[in-house]
């Protein structure tokens, strides 16, 4: 599915970790913050997928779309927090690819986002939100898969950081079952 070409491309595209920290500033994401976070793991090599490993996620670029596995998005930039579910009444520490990766690979960085859930739900991240915090796709809680109860396989989790990220803002932004990114139109 990947050539081993597009597969160097994009471990290179994506490079290394930034320095910065998850932890907001007094009054919400400092400017230093905001635009460099901690990476938990840079990219490495996007792996070919293995026999019968379905596509979690359909990832449309303006280019090309790309079907990612579970092995695959493992491989993609990682980053690790804990915040509340407020559906689930749940705290967890969830790990996850940041939401501005996906746009970067997809080839539309900087441009709002789309996403689609497996349930019909459509919703809409602004770059200027995805592009300076740490919203990921996540794709593990409490160190294992997010199972389908819990609003897994992937789903868009913010930043604990209710100053920056009001639930009565941003609540919608919390996609559960997310299966397809797209560029908004």
Same mark, same amino acid.
């Given at each position: ?5 597009? =597969? ?12 910065? *920290?998850? *932890? ?6 400092? /400017?230093?913050?905001?635009? *460099? ?8 090599? &996007? %792996? ?5 490993? +379905? ?8 280019? /090309? ?6 092995? /695959? ?5 990682? =980053? ?5 579910? $407020? ?16 746009? +970067? ?8 986002? +789309? ?11 602004? $770059? ?6 740490? &919203? ?13 109860? !819990?609003?897994?396989?992937?789903? =868009? =989790?913010?930043? %604990?950081?209710?100053? +920056? ?13 997310? !299966?397809?990114? *797209?560029? $908004?139109?």
């Amino acid at each position: 599915m990947f050539p081993t070409r597009r =597969v160097l491309l994009v471990a290179l595209a994506l490079g290394p970790a930034v320095v910065g *920290s998850l *932890s907001p500033a007094p009054g919400g994401w400092s /400017q230093a913050a905001s635009t *460099s976070f901690t990476y938990l793991r840079t990219a490495r090599p &996007i %792996p070919a997928p293995k026999p019968g490993e +379905r596509p979690l996620l359909r990832l449309e670029g303006r280019a /090309q779309t790309l079907a990612l596995t579970r092995s /695959q998005l493992l491989a993609l930039p990682t =980053v690790r927090y804990a915040t509340r579910h $407020a559906q689930l009444g749940r705290t967890f520490t969830y790990e996850g690819v940041p939401l501005r990766d996906l746009a +970067r690979l997809g080839g539309f960085a900087g441009q709002d986002m +789309r996403l689609h859930a497996s349930n019909g739900y459509v919703t809409t991240i602004a $770059a200027r939100d995805y592009g300076d915090a740490p &919203i990921m796709l996540a794709h593990t809680a409490n160190g294992k898969p997010i199972p389908t109860l !819990e609003k897994g396989p992937l789903t =868009v =989790v913010l930043p %604990p950081d209710e100053r +920056r990220f009001p639930r009565s803002q941003y609540g919608s932004a919390w996609v559960w079952f997310v !299966e397809r990114i *797209s560029p $908004a139109p």
